[in-house]
């Protein structure tokens, strides 16, 4: 009775299934997007490495990833060679980071992405599978995560299907501080979107200015041709000459107008916004924590040990600097950035004279 319930008992390897959850770099997902970009002509998705590490809480941390060349059609072909290459050349600058499974990219998973998951399942117990919508089919950019679960019979292994687990994106400060540039470049962007309707309302008057200058111009060249003396024939052509080189130049010095315009639109902040965006935060988690702090003080509300702990160890963390130690140190990174400016300028200006020099024939 025990063995014939032991055979016939359907049940699921946990070997696949140990995996709980997936961190994802912000670099990772970036690659990925790269990576699709500059795919082959004629693939519809491309596929590659993730390498990390896995947590005691058996959560994969992906931290890096490199692209896989394939094929798919009549035959599905990896090139394993190159993946073998560029995981020995991982391993020499990482050695903690291994194979933790591979990406891929679309809204759906197919057949040939068992047989990928099966390959890169060579190289870890555990392979997870990282699902990335880059063609926005579903209208979202949502990293997706699957791990493989066996369903057999003893050990007959019957089929695997995907199974999601949760994503989270593992951010770190130098990280958080480049997307909180990018989503503010962003809003900014979003919010000059809406003056482009009056833009192109102002195109269209200028537009309608330069048929209403053509139309003058015509009139003008259309009387010089019926007062025009015979045999001066050379003044009329050099008359009609100008009036296109001052149409083309009049174009050009619109298209420029406009280039500046898209250009103050959409630049990324500055070195200055960017300071004082993040002073301004500060000052906002400052005004924060001294509303805690005071409430706490004040018996409004009851202290938290840990809170204050991790306030007193991010207090000393802080260095203490005089202000006048602080002003010489801002003063020196000051001239120190100009001194790289103006050598750099006085490098441009050195390089313009020698192609100047180069140019003269002597």
């Known amino acids: 009775g025990d063995d014939m319930e032991e055979s016939t008992n359907i049940f699921l390897s946990g070997g696949a299934f140990s995996v709980r959850g997936v961190k994802v770099a912000p670099v990772v997902l970036l ?53 073998h290459t560029m995981l020995e050349l991982h391993a020499k600058v990482h050695p903690s980071e291994t194979v933790v499974g591979w990406y891929g990219t679309g809204s759906a998973t197919d057949d040939n992405s068992v047989l990928f998951h099966e390959f890169f399942g060579r190289s870890c117990p555990s392979p997870v599978h990282l699902l990335i919508d880059a063609q926005l089919d579903s209208d979202a950019f949502n990293p997706r995560a699957f791990v493989t679960t066996a369903y057999s019979i003893g050990e007959l292994e019957l089929s695997s299907e995907f199974r999601e687990i949760p994503v989270t994106l593992q951010l770190s400060a130098s990280e958080k501080f480049g ?99 993040s002073l301004a935060k500060l000052r906002e988690l400052l005004d ?30 802080v260095p203490r600097i005089g202000l006048d130690d602080f002003d010489k140190m801002i003063g020196d990174a000051l001239r120190d950035h100009l001194m790289v400016l103006y050598c750099a300028k006085l490098t441009q200006v050195q390089l313009a004279m020698t192609e100047k020099l180069l140019a003269v024939e002597l």
């Open 31 to 83: 690659s990925v997007l790269d990576h699709f970009m500059r795919r082959p002509e004629g693939n519809v998705r491309v596929i590659g490495a993730l390498l990390g590490t896995i947590a005691n809480d058996s959560t994969v941390e992906v931290k890096s990833s490199f692209p896989v060349s394939h094929s798919e059609g009549e035959n599905v072909a990896l090139d394993t060679d190159y993946f």
């Open 179 to 277: 997307l909180d540039a990018l989503s503010q470049n962003r809003k900014k962007q979003s919010l000059a979107m809406d003056d482009d309707d009056d833009d192109d309302d102002d195109d269209d008057d200028d537009n309608g200015d330069d048929d209403d200058q053509g139309a003058d111009a015509n009139e003008i060249s259309v009387a010089g041709r019926a007062q025009r003396p015979m045999g001066r024939s050379g003044a009329g052509t050099r008359g009609v000459l100008a009036g296109t080189q001052n149409a083309a130049k009049f174009a050009e010095m619109k298209m420029e107008r406009k280039l500046t315009r898209l250009r103050a639109k959409y630049a990324m902040p500055s070195e200055v916004e960017n300071l004082e965006r």
């Open 288 to 317: 924060i924590v001294g509303d805690e702090v005071a409430a706490v003080v004040n018996g409004e509300r009851e202290g938290d040990r840990r809170l204050g702990r991790f306030l007193a160890e991010t207090l000393a963390m």
